[in-house]
Antibody, heavy 119, light 107 residues
């Protein structure tokens, strides 16, 4: 079964760091574009970052310089390293797979992991 | 950056009604446009990609159209299980911006 499972969320103080993981099964993360999307409580979807199958990475302006997307092909896992966290980073974080090995819609989503930034 | 807008922000319609949601891109994006459905407390679900291609398993009452800057999602006959928020998303370059969403309720 094709599946994504996120872990690593939790309560963190402003200025702190957290690393989210997204374990994939049923497909290879390095074969597709993989993204992180977040949703603040009661708000809409916000795309955060993408890693291309070739390894290039891109970020939303709101997280550029603070977040880093990466993957471990041997573990078939996607990561999001989040530094200098702010209250406005509080959200459910989803990992998602693009349909194709290129820019494409997101056909598979994880169940999400909650990140709360608060003192 | 290309901005995505949606209208209306919310709507209420009767079961069986035809419902149309509009999405507009601030610049042309060809047909690199997807629609998602998110029910309360649930994970987003892909409905349509490439502006008009129905994702496998999605009921045929959902359809999409448009190209360039203007797109529409149509529900031909609204059902109770369609209560959700609908988002458009562009994916034509290095960012994958979502629209603000349209909340659909049953009247």
């Amino acid at each position: 079964e094709v599946q994504l499972v996120e872990t690593g969320g939790g309560l963190i103080q402003p200025g702190g760091s957290l690393r989210l993981s997204c374990a994939a099964s049923g497909f290879t993360v390095s074969s597709n574009y993989m993204s992180w999307v977040r949703q603040a409580p009661g708000k809409g979807l916000e795309w955060v970052s993408v890693i291309y199958s070739g390894g290039s990475t891109y970020y939303a302006d709101s997280v550029k310089g603070r977040f880093t997307i990466s993957r471990d092909n041997s573990k078939n896992t996607l990561y999001l390293q989040m530094n200098s966290l702010r209250a406005e980073d509080t959200a459910v974080y989803y990992c998602a797979r693009s349909i194709d090995a290129g820019p494409a819609a997101f056909d598979i989503w994880g169940q999400g992991t909650m990140v709360t930034v608060s003192s | 950056d290309i901005q995505m807008t949606q209208s209306p922000s919310s709507l209420s319609a009767s079961v069986g009604d035809r419902v149309t949601i509009t999405c507009r891109a601030s610049q042309g994006i060809s047909n690199y446009l997807a629609w998602y459905q998110q029910k309360p407390g649930k994970v987003p679900k892909l409905l349509i990609y490439a502006a008009s291609t129905l994702q496998s398993g999605v009921p045929s009452r959902f359809s999409g159209s448009g190209s360039g800057t203007d797109f529409t999602l149509t529900i031909s006959s609204l059902q109770p299980e369609d209560v959700a928020t609908y988002y458009c998303q562009k994916y034509n370059s290095v960012s994958f911006t979502f629209g603000p969403g349209t909340k659909v309720d049953i009247k």
